[in-house]
């Protein structure tokens, strides 16, 4: 049987003006259990992500400011995802489609200076880069300094610490990467907000744009001709 995969949208969320500023699409595998994470995103093919992509944005069109898909480095180099991407941001128009790159592993390894040129196509086709859990792994400054003259935002992802938000070494974290937020004119969103007490100290730490549990789970977004108990 081919595997069923269909994107949920969790919203972002705008702590000033207590509303939604976007989404961002989160594919999922339909699996015996229920909808799950894919085992290996590598293993979908080029075709079906692209597919499903330009899908979904024809659906999100006009309601959203922001709508954030995460694309690996693989992904970035395939014709065939480029150009569902491009196609993506033409059906959310006015909205911008914001490219998150990720650190996800391929089975080809590509050098900083080999993406820029496709990070550079996707700005000048109306498209925003967003730099996905900086300050976790390899995320660190020097590795996403080449990129961040083309980004319009950068996500700081709580989840990816087992310490938690109370933790000093994290705080310390998320100061630096607020001030190069500010320094480079970038949205900052912090991720993995869970209850009242995280949600609090991102109001104390001033930043804004904020994701997570707390605000809303994924939701699947059915695609026209879904049947009603899809996944249930």
Same mark, same amino acid.
């Given at each position: 049987?081919?595997?069923?995969?269909?994107? *949920? #949208?969790?919203?972002?969320?705008? /702590?000033?003006?207590?509303?939604?500023?976007?989404?961002?699409?989160?594919?999922?595998?339909?699996?015996?259990?229920?909808?799950?994470?894919?085992?290996?995103?590598?293993?979908?093919?080029?075709?079906?992500?692209?597919?499903? !992509? #330009?899908?979904?944005?024809?659906? !999100?069109?006009?309601? %959203?400011?922001?709508?954030?898909?995460?694309?690996?480095?693989?992904?970035?180099?395939?014709?065939? #995802?480029?150009?569902?991407?491009?196609?993506?941001?033409?059906?959310?128009?006015?909205?911008?489609?914001? =490219?998150? !790159?990720?650190?996800?592993?391929?089975?080809?390894?590509?050098?900083?200076? +080999?993406?820029?040129?496709?990070?550079?196509? *996707? =700005?000048? +086709?109306?498209? @925003?880069?967003?730099?996905?859990? %900086?300050?976790?792994? #390899?995320?660190?400054?020097?590795?996403?300094?080449? *990129?961040?003259?083309?980004?319009?935002?950068?996500?700081?992802?709580?989840? $990816? *610490?087992?310490?938690?938000?109370?933790?000093?070494?994290?705080?310390?974290?998320?100061?630096?990467?607020?001030?190069?937020?500010?320094?480079?004119?970038?949205?900052?969103?912090?991720?993995?907000?869970? $209850?009242?007490?995280?949600? @609090?100290?991102?109001?104390?730490?001033?930043?804004?744009?904020? @994701?997570?549990?707390?605000? /809303?789970?994924?939701? !699947?977004?059915?695609?026209?001709?879904?049947? =009603?108990?899809? /996944?249930?």
């Amino acid at each position: 049987m081919k595997p069923i995969y269909r994107y *949920f #949208v969790q919203p972002q969320l705008n /702590g000033r003006t207590k509303s939604i500023f976007g989404y961002e699409l989160l594919i999922k595998q339909l699996t015996p259990e229920g909808w799950r994470l894919p085992e290996s995103f590598t293993a979908i093919s080029s075709q079906t992500t692209s597919d499903l !992509l #330009v899908a979904t944005t024809k659906i !999100l069109g006009e309601k %959203v400011q922001y709508c954030s898909v995460n694309i690996s480095r693989e992904q970035l180099m395939d014709t065939t #995802v480029a150009k569902a991407i491009i196609k993506s941001q033409t059906q959310l128009y006015p909205a911008k489609l914001v =490219v998150e !790159l990720t650190e996800e592993k391929g089975p080809k390894s590509y050098p900083d200076t +080999s993406l820029i040129p496709y990070l550079r196509k *996707f =700005v000048e +086709s109306g498209m @925003q880069i967003s730099l996905d859990d %900086v300050g976790t792994g #390899v995320n660190d400054f020097r590795s996403i300094q080449e *990129f961040l003259p083309l980004a319009s935002e950068i996500k700081f992802a709580l989840q $990816n *610490f087992k310490t938690g938000f109370e933790d000093p070494k994290i705080q310390q974290k998320l100061h630096f990467w607020h001030a190069i937020s500010e320094e480079y004119g970038l949205r900052m969103i912090l991720e993995g907000i869970e $209850n009242d007490h995280d949600a @609090q100290l991102s109001k104390d730490f001033n930043i804004q744009l904020r @994701q997570g549990y707390y605000y /809303g789970r994924p939701k !699947l977004l059915r695609l026209p001709g879904d049947p =009603v108990d899809l /996944g249930y």
